[in-house]
């Protein structure tokens, strides 16, 4: 299974081409919101034709305004990311170099899944 992990607008604007070519062919994948920039991507999402996220790793809802705010959310995305059915063969694919590209990438390698890493910049 292909799982992409993302968060930020950035991440969601170069990473939705991808979801939408998943999709027409058919490929299976799962889409994981660590929701670090909830309404833009709900919003573009919606307008975009993109479908819900399949998992909500946190149900913030508003955009993290310093790092205070980071060591909070980040371990709540680390611990609701547990519940994951990541496998070791599974790819997880991020995108970036935000604070939700690490997180994608710790949760990858906490279930020794590939990692994929897309930057488009």
Known sequence: MIYII???KGQFMKMFPIMKLFDAKKIPYKFIHTCQHYDIIEDNRKRL??????????????????????LLWAPKVLWNARFLPIRQDDYVVIHGDAESTLLSFLIGKMFRAKIVHIEAG
């Open 49 to 70: 034709g993109i479908r819900k996220p399949d998992v909500y790793l946190t149900h913030k809802k508003e955009d993290l305004r310093n790092i205070w705010e980071f």
């Open 6 to 8: 993302l968060g930020t």
